[in-house]
T-cell receptor, first 112, second 112 residues
Framework: EAAVTQSPRNKVAVTGGKVTLSCNQT?????MYWYRQDTGHGLRLIHY???????EKGDIPDGYKASRPSQENFSLILELATPSQTSVYFC???????????FGAGTRLSVL | GDSVTQTEGQVALSEEDFLTIHCNYS??????LFWYVQYPGEGPQFLFR?????EKGSSRGFEATYDKGTTSFHLRKASVQESDSAVYYC???????????FGDGTVLTVKP
C-alpha cells in the first residue's frame, strides 16, 4: 500500500503569517495532489504536480503556492495566511494511470 | 466543469439494514468513477472504481454499477454493520490529469 506522510498533523498560525505544509511519499509516484476538506464542500483540489519541478493550479489555487523539489516531496505554502484558510488539508499521490489516489492522514490548520 | 452530486448528506441506519447512497455526475468525456471512505482522523481510502458503462465495482460488501445513461454510480450494501460508520465520497477521475473531483460526502451512522 502507498505511504503518504504529512507534517505537521496540527498547526496553529497567525493571520498574515507564512505556513508550509509538507508531504512525503516513498512509492515513486509521479503525480501528487493537495486538497482541502471543509464541511459542506467535500474535498477540493488546490494544486497538483506531475513530477519534480512541476506544479499546476487546481480548482481553488488562490492564496496558495506549491513546490515539488523532488519526486518524494510536495509542499503547500500559504504566504499570507487568512482565517478563511482554516481547514483540514490532505496530500495524495497517484498510482499509475488508473486515477487511484492514496491520501495522507491530513493536517489540521487553524489560522487565528 | 465536471461535478459530482451526492443526494444524501447524512444517513442513519440500524445494523443489517440495506444501504443506498445516491451519486450522480456531470462530465465531458468518459470519466472513471470512484467511491472513497473516510474514518475519523484518517484520510480518504480508496474503496473501488469502475471505468466503463455497466461495469460493477465492489469491495468489502459495497458495490456500485456505472450507468452512463442515467449518469449515476449509486453505492449499495445489503447489510450494514456498526463498523461501516464513516463518511463516503463519490468521485470522478480526469483521465488526462489524474485529478479527482469529489462530491460533498455522505455521513453514514449505523446504530447497533
Amino acid at each position: 500500500e502507498a505511504a503518504v506522510t504529512q507534517s505537521p498533523r496540527n498547526k496553529v498560525a497567525v493571520t498574515g503569517g507564512k505556513v508550509t505544509l509538507s508531504c512525503n511519499q516513498t512509492n515513486n509516484h509521479n503525480n501528487m495532489y493537495w486538497y482541502r476538506q471543509d464541511t459542506g464542500h467535500g474535498l477540493r483540489l488546490i494544486h497538483y504536480s506531475y513530477g519534480a519541478g512541476s506544479t499546476e493550479k487546481g480548482d481553488i489555487p488562490d492564496g496558495y503556492k506549491a513546490s515539488r523539489p523532488s519526486q518524494e516531496n510536495f509542499s503547500l505554502i500559504l504566504e499570507l495566511a487568512t482565517p478563511s484558510q482554516t481547514s483540514v488539508y490532505f496530500c495524495a499521490s497517484r498510482l499509475g494511470s488508473q486515477n487511484t489516489l492514496y491520501f495522507g492522514a491530513g493536517t489540521r490548520l487553524s489560522v487565528l | 466543469g465536471d461535478s459530482v452530486t451526492q443526494t444524501e448528506g447524512q444517513v442513519a441506519l440500524s445494523e443489517e439494514d440495506f444501504l443506498t447512497i445516491h451519486c450522480n455526475y456531470s462530465a465531458s468525456g468518459y470519466p472513471a468513477l470512484f467511491w472513497y471512505v473516510q474514518y475519523p482522523g484518517e484520510g480518504p481510502q480508496f474503496l473501488f472504481r469502475a471505468s466503463r458503462d455497466k461495469e460493477k465495482g465492489s469491495s468489502r460488501g459495497f458495490e456500485a454499477t456505472y450507468d452512463k445513461g442515467t449518469t449515476s454510480f449509486h453505492l449499495r450494501k445489503a447489510s450494514v454493520q456498526e463498523s461501516d460508520s464513516a463518511v463516503y465520497y463519490c468521485a470522478l477521475g480526469d483521465p488526462n490529469t489524474g485529478k479527482l473531483t469529489f462530491g460533498d460526502g455522505t455521513v453514514l451512522t449505523v446504530k447497533p
